[in-house]
């Protein structure tokens, strides 16, 4: 008796053909381009390496899009954009060791942020794999141990026959919820020596979907419906799941007041009548969703920032959807639900009751009018209009990334996305200078519209040398760069702690000259001029940067009270 997959498993004569007659001149960097393209990936980031120059040389028989950055670290924050913004894995290639060993920090940020980073090593040749101390170049006893702490899972390839499954199986990792970078690493030899395995075609790498026990979710449903005062936050999850319309449909239903989280912005209209936004860090929001009895937390683990630096101590019942298990209840108790996002919210909607609240959008204005009464009060009024110039002149639905720099600690709590999965910064690890190689990669994958990129100096001096990537390729990124003379929130931070600042103060360069010697165009502007300058950069194909030489403060913390 014949399945019908037993016939799907036989070959086609012109299969057979082409399998038992492969082109010459390839090698194992071939079948690394090949897997990848059979896996649907389009554009792979990097920066080429002695080791894995047989990646490299295969991808020009390939159709593969490269786009080479300037740093490791630098590439590795392009493809986490890059994986930000389509929703796809982002190939990254990489060297052996030092370029290897330059790039964690950023896996540590597509880590924190779950974006799907696949990124693919060179290693030293397999003879000296084990932990011997050969003297190879590059030479680490254990390479991969490096980024076991940080990457979702880590393949180690020994043979050209391991290439296609390894990286099917990286690949499957880095899309199943919750989405992250994973590690394949291949010998030097491996990648360099002649094949004559058959060409790599389609290849099956479908991420299982992680889905929520419905008995679960009926005790959810129950809890919502039934609740007198119900609060939802929402975080990263859900934008990266593509769930604001649920969650909106969802909150509407039940009447229910949303906050957003700095990595869930977008995640709901920030307008809405059921809107509180993002203001976390304030006592006001603090003290109502504290008052919630029962909160559903939708997409978050309620860590530092999103608990309000863990001053936030839930009284009622906590509903928790969390699609990363180690996150599921890791700082509150609550009844917690392991899926994804966008299939818990499908399965509530289906089971909660519609519930009539004639008072939610009223305290919702309530909460709002304090938190505004509380900034008002400090006096900021250059910062809320350096902000607001911002959002007048980034055309609505383009992305903006922010680099850890006070504007962006501002942005998180007070900028109006306008849109899902629009605004993006490096809050998760919080390391320093992602806003402008993470605009090179969304610039890449969407190249129909102008991307903003926000840093401090500070910030910016980390990734000055992808002025030239944006250049070479084209790309259509305006840089603002906030210049404060130096390291301006660890000034702050410093100066409130021990009375003066160490070791915050930077020489820097003219940045408008710098750019213009890329080949960018450079301006200076002021908080009056911004917005006009801001706004023509934006409006201008190719890259800029908008230099604005500002001192800014952030606003008094309430969790320190």
Same mark, same amino acid.
């Given at each position: 008796?014949?399945?019908?997959?037993?016939?799907?498993?036989?070959?086609?004569?012109?299969?057979?053909?082409?399998?038992?007659?492969?082109?010459?001149?390839?090698?194992?960097?071939?079948?690394?381009?090949?897997?990848?393209?059979?896996?649907?990936?389009?554009?792979?980031?990097?920066?080429?390496?002695?080791?894995?120059?047989?990646?490299?040389? #295969?991808l020009?028989?390939?159709?593969?899009?490269?786009?080479?950055?300037?740093?490791?670290?630098? %590439?590795?924050?392009?493809?986490? %954009?890059?994986?930000?913004?389509?929703?796809?894995a982002?190939? +990254?290639?990489?060297?052996?060791?030092?370029g290897?060993?330059?790039?964690?920090?950023?896996?540590?940020e597509?880590?924190?942020?779950?974006?799907?980073?696949?990124?693919?090593?060179?290693?030293?040749?397999?003879?000296?794999?084990?932990?011997?101390?050969?003297?190879?170049?590059?030479?680490?006893?254990?390479q991969?141990?490096?980024?076991?702490? !940080?990457?979702?899972?880590?393949?180690?390839?020994?043979?050209?026959?391991?290439?296609?499954?390894?990286?099917a199986?990286?690949?499957?990792?880095?899309?199943?919820?919750?989405?992250?970078?994973?590690?394949?690493?291949?010998?030097?030899?491996?990648?360099?020596?002649?094949?004559?395995?058959?060409?790599?075609?389609?290849?099956?790498?479908?991420?299982?979907?992680?889905?929520p026990r419905?008995?679960?979710?009926?005790?959810?449903?129950?809890?919502?419906?039934?609740?007198?005062?119900?609060a939802?936050? %929402?975080?990263?999850?859900?934008?990266?799941?593509?769930a604001?319309?649920?969650?909106?449909?969802?909150?509407?239903?039940?009447?229910?007041?949303?906050?957003?989280?700095?990595?869930?912005?977008g995640?709901?209209?920030?307008?809405?009548?059921?809107?509180?936004?993002?203001?976390?860090? *304030?006592?006001?929001?603090?003290?109502?969703?504290e008052?919630?009895?029962?909160?559903?937390?939708?997409?978050?683990?309620?860590?530092?920032? /999103?608990?309000?630096?863990?001053?936030?101590?839930?009284?009622?019942?906590?509903?928790q959807i969390?699609?990363?298990?180690?996150?599921?209840?890791?700082?509150?108790?609550?009844?917690?639900?392991?899926?994804?996002?966008?299939?818990?919210? /499908?399965?509530?909607?289906?089971?909660?009751? *519609?519930?009539?609240?004639?008072t939610?959008?009223?305290?919702?204005?309530?909460?709002?009018?304090?938190?505004?009464?509380?900034?008002?009060?400090?006096?900021?009024?250059?910062?809320?209009?350096?902000?607001?110039? !911002?959002?007048? #002149?980034?055309?609505?639905?383009?992305?903006?990334?922010?680099?850890?720099?006070?504007l962006a600690?501002?942005?998180?709590?007070?900028f109006?996305p306008?849109?899902?999965?629009?605004?993006?910064?490096?809050?998760?690890?919080g390391?320093?200078g992602?806003?402008?190689p993470?605009?090179?990669?969304?610039?890449?994958?969407?190249?129909?519209?102008p991307?903003?990129?926000v840093?401090?100096?500070?910030?910016?001096?980390?990734?000055?040398?992808?002025l030239a990537?944006?250049?070479?390729?084209d +790309?259509?990124?305006?840089?603002?760069?906030?210049?404060?003379?130096?390291?301006?929130?660890?000034?702050?931070?410093?100066? *409130?702690?021990?009375g003066q600042?160490? %070791?915050?103060?930077?020489?820097?360069?003219?940045?408008?000259?710098?750019?213009?010697?890329?080949?960018?165009?450079?301006?200076?502007?002021?908080?009056?001029?911004?917005?006009?300058?801001?706004?023509?950069?934006?409006?201008?194909?190719?890259?800029?940067?908008v230099? +604005?030489?500002a001192?800014?403060?952030?606003?008094?913390?309430?969790?320190?009270?």
């Open positions: 008796m014949t399945h019908d997959h037993d016939l799907e498993l036989r070959p086609t004569a012109a299969q057979t053909a082409a399998a038992l007659n492969p082109p010459p001149g390839r090698n194992g960097g071939d079948l690394v381009v090949e897997t990848l393209t059979g896996l649907g990936a389009t554009t792979v980031f990097g920066l080429p390496g002695q080791h894995a120059l047989g990646m490299f040389d #295969a020009r028989r390939s159709s593969l899009q490269y786009v080479g950055l300037r740093v490791e670290n630098n %590439a590795g924050f392009a493809a986490d %954009a890059y994986g930000r913004i389509t929703g796809e982002a190939p +990254l290639l990489l060297s052996t060791g030092p290897a060993l330059t790039s964690l920090a950023a896996l540590q597509a880590a924190a942020a779950s974006s799907p980073v696949l990124a693919i090593s060179s290693q030293i040749p397999t003879a000296g794999l084990g932990g011997g101390r050969h003297g190879y170049l590059h030479e680490l006893p254990d991969q141990a490096s980024f076991r702490g !940080v990457v979702k899972s880590v393949h180690t390839v020994r043979s050209q026959s391991q290439i296609p499954s390894a990286i199986a990286a690949w499957e990792s880095a899309l199943t919820a919750p989405h992250g970078p994973v590690w394949v690493e291949i010998p030097q030899d491996v990648l360099l020596a002649e094949t004559a395995l058959p060409v790599v075609t389609a290849m099956d790498a479908t991420p299982e979907d992680v889905v419905p008995e679960l979710t009926a005790v959810a449903a129950h809890l919502l419906s039934n609740a007198a005062r119900p939802i936050i %929402a975080g990263g999850g859900v934008v990266r799941a593509d604001s319309g649920k969650l909106r449909q969802l909150a509407e239903k039940l009447n229910a007041p949303v906050v957003t989280t700095f990595g869930g912005k995640a709901f209209p920030w307008e809405h009548p059921l809107s509180l936004q993002s203001w976390l860090e *304030d006592r006001h929001t603090t003290d109502f969703l008052d919630a009895d029962v909160l559903l937390v939708v997409g978050s683990g309620l860590g530092e920032l /999103s608990s309000n630096y863990h001053t936030f101590k839930p009284r009622g019942r906590v509903v969390e699609a990363d298990l180690g996150k599921l209840e890791s700082n509150h108790p609550a009844l917690g639900i392991h899926a994804d996002a966008r299939l818990a919210l /499908s399965a509530l909607i289906e089971t909660v009751s *519609d519930r009539e609240d004639d939610a959008a009223e305290r919702v204005r309530t909460v709002l009018a304090r938190v505004g009464e509380r900034i008002a009060a400090q006096e900021l009024t250059l910062e809320q209009d350096v902000l607001a110039s !911002v959002r007048r #002149a980034l055309p609505a639905g383009s992305p903006s990334f922010w680099d850890m720099t006070i600690y501002w942005a998180w709590s007070a109006d306008r849109g899902s999965n629009t605004m993006h910064s490096a809050q998760g690890a390391g320093l992602y806003g402008f993470a605009a090179v990669g969304a610039a890449t994958a969407d190249p129909t519209r991307v903003l990129a840093s401090g100096d500070g910030g910016a001096l980390y990734s000055i040398a992808e990537t944006a250049r070479q390729y +790309l259509n990124v305006t840089w603002l760069i906030v210049d404060d003379g130096g390291y301006g929130i660890l000034r702050e931070y410093m100066t *409130d702690a021990f600042a160490t %070791a915050t103060e930077l020489a820097r360069p003219d940045y408008v000259a710098l750019a213009e010697s890329f080949g960018v165009p450079g301006v200076r502007t002021t908080p009056e001029t911004l917005e006009t300058d801001l706004s023509k950069a934006l409006a201008t194909p190719g890259p800029s940067v230099l +604005l030489p001192v800014l403060r952030m606003f008094a913390p309430t969790h320190l009270e």
